[in-house]
């Protein structure tokens, strides 16, 4: 698994979750929501502290992750973010 984010969309999570340094930010499973890459799931977003990094990504002084624990929801696909410009938002892709 591959991650991957835009810089664009690295500085919307750095306003949006308040990172005045650095920081590291964790993409993990969790049950219910929308959009998600397989049906009943989601994923999450949170500052946390690895414990078990499976991948990563550093943008700025941002670290983007995903723990040994959440492969699994990836299903060897590689996760995208992009700003998306319309919407103002970041938009998660799965390739």
Do not use: C
Not at 15 to 30: A, C, K, N, Q, W
Not at 36 to 42: C, D, H, L
Not at 43 to 66: A, C, E, M, R, W
Request: aromatic fraction near 14%.
């Amino acid at each position: 698994m591959k991650l991957d984010i835009s810089n664009e969309a690295a500085i919307w999570y750095k306003e949006e979750l308040e990172i005045d340094g650095t920081e590291e930010i964790r993409f993990f499973v969790r049950y219910g929501g929308v959009g998600g890459k397989i049906p009943g799931f989601s994923l999450g977003v949170k500052k946390d502290h690895p414990q078990s990094v499976h991948t990563s990504k550093t943008v700025g002084n941002i670290t983007f992750y995903v723990e040994d624990a959440d492969v699994w929801y990836f299903e060897e696909s590689d996760l995208n973010i992009e700003y998306d410009e319309q919407r103002k938002e970041p938009r998660m892709k799965y390739v």
